[in-house]
């Protein structure tokens, strides 16, 4: 706990938590978004209160409402930058980011639900403070693309994703065989799509590709500080590769 932070009242986590799972998104997207984020990057919560936090938040990903598991990933992503959470709680969202069916961004009546923008940005945590080699975290995003749905994202959630992939690339601990190696069942399975149109996955996956492949030699700015993708030449030849897959059309492969 900051010493220049009064103790944070118990009675008042409560309260945030319930407005973040309110269906009214006025209150869910509201003052209680910002208020937890901001007692989470300043260090306000005790080692108690960061732990029932995260319980909560964690418990909620296998909540029957898609906008109460959607705000909790979306919470847990400033508690692994700010070390209240490390590998131990990867796995769980993990299960839940791979498997969410619920892919709406915006909805009139119901708000922001938008779980693949909201999941990639804790994935994107995940990925920079991943203290080895980020493979599981690179292999999510792979899933995550490739999970099959029936419509196409339009709300950004391709630019999210593909941005958390760039930082999970820039992790200082990434390996060159994992900066690549992650890609394989992704060019498999566009190399397997079959005759027709492009599945809604298919199309998620190469406009989330598009971004990380964009991103390769930019200079961006994470947590505070300016991060760069790790082996750039590897990682653009190879994203590349995977992308001539499917607009082999577009340009030479190899040039």
Same mark, same amino acid.
């Given at each position: 706990m900051s010493k220049e932070c009064a103790r944070v009242e118990d009675s008042l986590i409560t309260k945030l938590l319930e407005d973040?799972?309110? $269906?009214? $998104?006025?209150?869910?997207? +509201?003052?209680?978004?910002?208020?937890?984020?901001?007692?989470?990057?300043? +260090?306000?919560?005790?080692?108690?209160?960061?732990? #029932?936090?995260?319980?909560t938040l964690r418990e909620r990903l296998d909540h029957p409402r898609i906008e109460v598991r959607s705000f909790a990933a979306l919470v847990?992503? $400033? %508690?692994?930058?700010?070390?209240? /959470? +490390?590998? !131990? &709680?990867?796995?769980?969202?993990? %299960? &839940?980011?791979?498997?969410?069916?619920?892919?709406?961004?915006?909805?009139?009546?119901r708000g922001w639900l938008h779980a693949v923008a909201h999941g990639a940005? #804790?994935?994107?945590?995940?990925?920079? #403070? &991943?203290? !080895?080699?980020p493979r599981p975290v690179l292999d999510l995003a792979a899933r995550r693309m490739l999970r099959p749905c029936d419509a196409v994202?339009?709300?950004?959630?391709?630019?999210?994703?593909?941005?958390?992939? /760039?930082?999970a690339l820039s992790n200082p601990h990434l390996t060159t065989h994992d900066a690549t190696g992650w890609l394989d069942p992704v060019e498999e399975a566009i190399l397997h799509r079959g005759p027709g149109p492009l599945s809604a996955a298919t199309s998620n996956t190469i406009r989330t590709l598009r971004v990380s492949a964009l991103l390769t030699h930019a200079r961006m700015d994470y947590a505070g500080q300016g991060i /760069?993708?790790?082996?750039?030449?590897a990682v653009e030849k190879r994203l590349l590769a995977v992308l001539h897959t499917a607009t082999p059309w577009m340009w030479t492969a190899g040039h």
């Open positions: 973040l799972a309110s $269906p009214d $998104p006025a209150v869910r997207d +509201g003052d209680s978004l910002g208020a937890l984020c901001e007692l989470v990057d300043a +260090g306000a919560l005790t080692g108690e209160q960061a732990a #029932t936090l995260g319980s847990l992503g $400033p %508690m692994v930058l700010a070390g209240s /959470a +490390g590998q !131990e &709680w990867f796995p769980h969202f993990a %299960m &839940w980011y791979a498997s969410e069916d619920e892919i709406t961004g915006h909805d009139p009546q940005d #804790t994935l994107a945590a995940f990925g920079w #403070t &991943w203290p !080895e080699s994202w339009h709300d950004q959630e391709d630019d999210r994703l593909g941005f958390a992939v /760039a930082v /760069a993708v790790r082996h750039p030449k």
